[in-house]
């Protein structure tokens, strides 16, 4: 099975500079597609890389997704520098910085208001400000991402679950309403993925058990999750809309 064939489509990615966002800036240029490169760290240097490894092009801006006129101005970058929006990876969320899981009565108000803000509500803020240019576009695709985590539980990471659950509903959500714009909305919900964010918050051993449950008894890395991203910027997935894709190598079944 090929790569998805990007070439002409202008996509907004949010989250590009940790493992799996660097990991799906290469994807989505190497397929052709032309990527606003979203984060609030500096990822310029990785844009420049992406795009000169082509065929697709890539510029980055940085931007919290928690401010309209930062997300506004990324999608204008998108409209100004490429011509239009196709499609929205929403991949920017808290999950380093969390820390070590705590259990739930340790939590504070402050850690949920933070997540939550980031993970649901910076999602929400992400797909309102690119509506317009999608619209103009004739429709086009929007992918949320997830984690498998709302279906495990995760003990010690509430607020994280929550927030990712929530994640899943607003997908559905959005794409009732979208649908008749010929907007597509998914969620791709990967399992725990051994990469620098994950050993910094959990112990070897953790990310051993977790490898050793699936059906494909082994570490998930950041690019088995390129081929379920790619199918869902794609035109390929079409008529696939509201969906949950859970890439965790058989953990859990849906």
Known sequence: MTAPDLRGKVVLLTGCTGDIGATYLRALTAAGA???AADLADGAEQAEKAGADGPGSAVFTRCDITDDSDVDGAVRLAVD???GLDAVVNNAAVYKALGHKRPLEELTAADWD???RVN???TWQVIRAALP???ARGGGRIVNVASVVTRTGAAGFAHYVASKAAVEGLTRAAARELGRDGIGVNAVSPGLVDDEATRAIND???VANAAASRSLPR???PDDLVGAVLWLVSDASAFVSGQTV???GGGVFV
């Open 204 to 206: 070897d051993g953790y």
């Open 120 to 122: 649901v509500r910076g």
């Open 34 to 36: 032309d990527v606003v």
């Open 219 to 221: 570490a998930m890395r």
């Open 133 to 135: 240019a999608l619209r």
């Open 114 to 116: 933070t997540v939550l």
């Open 246 to 248: 859970v890439v965790d």
């Open 81 to 83: 520098r490429f011509g």
